[in-house]
């Protein structure tokens, strides 16, 4: 399945989600297309790579697309996660109640800092970054998140790598190196509102040659 299809099913899945929640019990490529922002030709594409679970002239049933969709992303079970910085955003990450209801676990909260040991945050303790080895054990961590700053990203993602995780989602504002086999989302958010920047920027340019 392209990467590109990967990074969309849990837009839709949301879509579908909201969808179940008014009552909504089939849906149209068209409607969800709308709602999951994407066009519906892309959204036919992508789904096909889940098989055919569309009826012509009906459209899909919401359930059994959230199952299908579900499966494929592989939320039948319930991961693990560490978390690695808990400054501010690794506080918020941490408090974020959208990971348990999606099945991912906040096993664990890991810092550098000798003096946070022990401090509660979201109702778990801080733990030195030198435990790490054995939270991924006893916990059965597959999922690694990196919220430290730039500078200690990379020694962190070592670590984890060492400790056998392969999944690492990197909130640090730098690019990780790692092995063939480790996959990394990085998530920057400066970068989106970089981006953001750009397009009011182009917007109000435009504004500004548009003649009276």
């Known amino acids: 399945m392209p990467e590109a299809t990967v990074a969309r099913l849990p837009v839709y899945l949301r879509a ?26 892309k959204l036919r594409k992508d789904l096909s790579h889940l098989g055919s679970y569309g009826t012509r002239g009906v459209g899909y049933d919401v359930q059994e697309l959230v199952f299908h969709i579900s499966r494929a992303l592989g939320l039948g079970q319930r991961w693990s996660v560490v978390l690695v910085g808990v400054g501010n955003l690794g ?4 408090g974020y109640g959208g990971f348990d209801d999606r099945g991912f676990r906040i096993a664990a909260l890991l810092d550098a800092d000798p003096a946070r040991t022990g401090e509660l945050v979201a109702g778990l303790p801080i ?3 030198s435990d790490l080895a054995d939270v991924v ?3 059965g ?6 919220a430290t700053p730039a500078a200690g990203a990379q020694d962190v993602c070592d670590r984890l790598v060492a400790c056998g995780v392969r999944s690492i989602l990197n909130f640090a504002p730098t690019v990780l190196q790692v092995p063939e086999d480790v996959d990394v989302r ?7 509102l970089q981006i953001l920047s750009f397009h009011e920027h182009r917007k109000a340019a435009e504004a500004e040659v548009v003649p009276a």
Do not use: F
């Open 137 to 139: 054990r006893d916990e």
């Open 141 to 146: 961590v597959s999922i690694g998140l990196i």
């Open 91 to 94: 506080q918020a990450l941490a």
């Open 186 to 192: 990085r998530v920057d958010l400066s970068n989106e």
């Open 16 to 41: 579908l989600n909201a969808l179940a929640e008014t009552g909504r019990t089939t849906v149209s490529s068209e409607a969800l297309a709308t709602a999951s922002g994407v066009g519906s030709a």
């Open 127 to 129: 733990r030195l970054l």
